[in-house]
């Protein structure tokens, strides 16, 4: 079982709709959830964190949270084209020399059609 | 513009070559990273360095050699590398993950290195 699991799409969603990502974890003592984006071609962005039960709302963007499922979603909202881009999930967990780290799903394609 | 810079952004090398990549951070971080990025893979994390030291070393073949000199600098040394090594490399940097006390606390990625294996 991968650590971070992510579908990796296309999604395909039309402009204007709620765009909906998924991404599950294996590790119980997981802390700290993030959600990156990355344009073809660029780096990695941070776009949200999250790390309590529940939902956490940024402008378009909502992370939402459920530790007892082991789940994480970002949903965008008001999809644009700019929107298009892979969605990564990264989980901080703690490592047997206590040492923290992030762990990173594949990610997943998002596009957004005009 | 991000706070960690990377340079070169684009290298092509042969088997035979030795090269490096270089990695600055302007954001007053005590930690920094190397991933790779393939296609379709998930991002490797290859080293860590935390307040110059190295603390996790991800059974990286030994011709990728790191070296972090501060707290501000990190490099990739590359020698006979492999076609395979083809890839996006990512320095990244935060305040040192095990010891901050703040949930949020996260890693910030440079603008990569794509580097090829000819």
């Known amino acids: 079982q991968k650590e971070v699991e992510q579908n990796s799409g296309p999604l395909s969603v039309p402009e204007g709709a709620i765009a909906s990502l998924n991404c599950t974890y294996s590790d119980r003592g997981s802390q700290s959830f993030f959600w990156y984006r990355q344009y073809s071609g660029k780096s990695p962005e941070l776009i949200m964190s999250i790390y309590s039960n529940g939902d956490k709302e940024d402008g378009r963007f909502t992370a939402q949270l459920n530790k007892a499922s082991q789940y994480v979603s970002l949903l965008i909202r008001d999809s644009q084209p700019s929107d298009s881009a892979t969605y990564l999930c990264a989980v901080r967990r703690r490592i047997g020399t206590g040492f923290q780290k992030l762990v990173f799903g594949t990610g997943t394609r998002l596009l957004v059609s005009p | 513009e991000t706070g960690v810079t990377q340079t070169p952004r684009h290298l092509v090398m042969g088997m035979t070559n030795k090269k490096s990549l270089k990695c600055e951070q302007h954001?007053?971080?005590?930690?920094m990273y190397w991933y790779k990025q393939s296609a379709k893979k998930p991002l490797e994390l290859m080293f860590v360095y935390s307040l110059e030291e190295r603390v996790e070393n991800n059974s990286v073949p030994s011709r990728f050699s790191p070296e972090c000199p501060n707290s501000s600098h990190l490099f990739l040394h590359l020698h006979t590398l492999q076609p395979e090594d083809s890839a996006l490399y990512l320095c990244?940097?935060?305040?040192?993950?095990?010891?901050?006390?703040?949930?949020?606390?996260?890693?910030?990625f440079g603008e990569g290195s794509w580097l090829t294996v000819v």
């Open positions: 954001l007053g971080h005590n930690a």
């Open positions: 990244a940097s935060s305040q040192d993950l095990s010891r901050s006390r703040i949930s949020g606390n996260t890693i910030y």
